[in-house]
Structure formats: C-alpha cells, structure tokens
C-alpha cells in the first residue's frame, strides 16, 4: 500500500536559516505530493501540491520537487521566518479522484528569533 | 477549494457518553472524508463518506463506534460513541476540491474525554 516516511522532528532553526524537510514515498502509479501545514491551534491548510514528476509546487516561500526517480518531495524554504513555526505534514493520494491521503507523521518546526 | 464548515469546534464529554460532529460543505461533493489526529501525532483516515451508500470503514475503525450519516452532497456527520478517553483526539473532515486546490479540511473538533 501507499506510505509517506517523512523526517522526524522536532526541528528548530534560527530565523533566516535554510530549511530541508526531507519527505520519501512509496506508491503505485503516479501519485499527487501534498505538503499541508498546521499553525499552532489551527486545522490543516494546503501549503503546496505536485501532480506529476518534476512538477515544482511552491507557495510563501517555499518549494517542493516531485522527484520520481528519488520517490522524494522535499519540502526547502530559502530564509525562514518566526512565523513558519508549524507542524509540517507530507502526503499523498491516488491519481484517480476521490482518494483517500497518506501523511506522514509530521514534522515540528520551530523558529527562533 | 471549497469551504468547509465544521462544529463543534471543541468539547469536553463524560465517559460513556456520544458526541456527534457535523461539517457542511459550500458545494456539492461526492466523497467526504474523517480523519482522526490523535495527541502529537500524525493523521489517521476513519472513514470515507459517500452520498447514498454506507460509508467505507478503514482497518482498525467500526461502524457501532463511528457512525457516519451523508444524507446529502453537501453535509455529513460523524458520531463518536461510547467515549473513553483513549478517544480524545482532533477530528477532521475533508473533501477534494478542484483539480488545482488539492484537499481541504474543516478547522478540526477538539475532544476532550474525561
């Protein structure tokens, strides 16, 4: 079945540093990437999403690559901001409509000053 | 992407006893989903909510214990029955949205089971 291995946490970083989440996949077919981020308090919101191989999805400064031949969709931002500090979730569904998601177990990202 | 209303928003519930949570969607859609989150973990799919069938149960979640209703396309509910606390979690609804808008959720149902 489908699974999503996504990089332990808790991560903590100081503002303005690079950012890797590191998010690997197992799936049948062509699967669509989501990462989804959850701010503290708060339900899930769509950050970004990919549909096919080498598809860049990005969105408030950040970025991810469906890499097929890596079976990755690593989330990276270039300078984060206190403001990012969420839980950050990798996932995917099914190509065919109406899939249920997969996530992976989230990663705590906090952001210092 | 749709818009997804979900209530309650948060309760506190005895042991023993049932709560029901409602979303209602702005738009018509074929399949809804329940999700659980349990405390400082990731999310489990319980169900999936199809209008005019039963719902589709995953490994590990009941009927006699989540009840699911979709009476239409655009509302459904979810019972949690028989509450312990084992059973506190989020839980959250989920439809597809268009082609470009991924999946969206309802702002969660925090439980509390004392």
């Known amino acids: 079945g489908n699974s999503v291995t996504q990089m332990e946490g808790p991560v903590t970083l100081s503002e303005e540093a690079f950012l890797t989440i590191n998010c690997t996949y197992t799936?049948?077919?062509?699967?669509?990437l989501f990462w989804y981020v959850q701010y503290p308090g708060e339900g899930l919101q769509l950050l970004l999403k990919a549909t096919k191989a080498d598809d860049k999805g990005s969105n408030k400064g950040f970025e991810a690559t469906y890499r097929k031949e890596t079976t990755s969709f690593h989330l990276e931002k270039g300078s984060v901001q206190v403001s990012d500090s969420a839980v950050y979730f990798c996932?995917?569904?099914?190509?065919?409509?109406?899939?249920?998601?997969?996530f992976g177990t989230g990663t705590r990202l906090t952001i210092i000053p | 992407s749709a818009v997804i209303s979900q209530k309650p928003s948060r309760d506190i519930c005895q042991r023993g006893t049932s709560l029901t949570i409602q979303c209602q969607v702005d738009?018509?859609?074929?399949?809804m989903f329940w999700y659980r989150q349990q405390p400082g973990q990731s999310l489990t799919l319980i169900a999936t909510?199809?209008?005019?069938?039963?719902?589709?149960?995953e490994s590990g979640f009941v009927i006699d214990k989540f009840p699911i209703s979709r009476p239409n396309l655009t509302f459904s509910t979810l019972t949690v029955s028989n509450m312990s606390p084992e059973d506190s979690s989020i839980y959250l609804c989920?439809?597809?949205?268009?082609?470009?808008?991924?999946?969206?959720f309802g702002s969660g149902t925090r439980l509390t089971v004392v």
């Open positions: 799936a049948t077919g062509y699967p669509s």
């Open positions: 909510a199809n209008q005019g069938s039963e719902a589709t149960y």
């Open positions: 996932a995917l569904s099914g190509n065919f409509g109406n899939e249920k998601l997969t």
């Open positions: 989920s439809v597809e949205g268009l082609a470009n808008y991924g999946y969206t």
């Open positions: 738009s018509q859609v074929t399949m």
